[in-house]
């Protein structure tokens, strides 16, 4: 499921998948996550920092106009899913995106918080970032499946 959320067809390009699963992590406050993910966003092209420019100040962060109410569509179905309204849905609409990146934006957000519960619930800590930035060049090259391959084969 997470190789084909993450790299398969979608209107969203890697790096904005990435973009969104790391802003959803980032956004519920699990460091772990948030730091793999920026990484990997950071792999596939997005400008470092713009995670953390994002989570300071959405508005203002540099990033395409576009993307915005997509994010903040994200960071609404993070912090207060009950309050997410059909509006919410056409200003990404009135942005350009259709039904499937919404769709492929609510999923990984999805993802992100069932990833966070993982890493929370076993302890995880946030790895260095330098640590980081290794394995998201693994993960950008091998992808997420072949990256460990023991949980392909069920060995």
Not at 39 to 52: C, R
Not at 84 to 113: C, K, M, P, Y
């Amino acid at each position: 499921m997470s190789e084909r959320l993450m790299n398969g067809p979608s209107p969203l390009s890697r790096g904005e998948r990435e973009l969104i699963l790391a802003y959803a992590a980032g956004v519920a406050g699990c460091e772990f996550v948030y730091t793999a993910h920026s990484e990997v966003a950071y792999a596939h092209g997005i400008a470092a920092g713009t995670l953390d420019a994002l989570l300071e100040n959405p508005e203002a962060a540099d990033v395409a106009p576009r993307l915005k109410p997509l994010l903040a569509f994200v960071r609404k179905l993070t912090l207060a899913p009950d309050e997410l309204t059909q509006t919410d849905a056409n200003r990404v609409f009135e942005a350009g995106w259709g039904e499937h990146a919404l769709h492929d934006a609510i999923a990984i957000s999805a993802r992100a918080a069932f990833m966070q519960r993982l890493v929370e619930g076993h302890g995880f800590t946030r790895v260095p970032r330098e640590v980081a930035t290794k394995h998201a060049q693994r993960r950008v090259a091998k992808g997420y499946v072949n990256l460990y391959p023991r949980f392909r084969t069920g060995s």
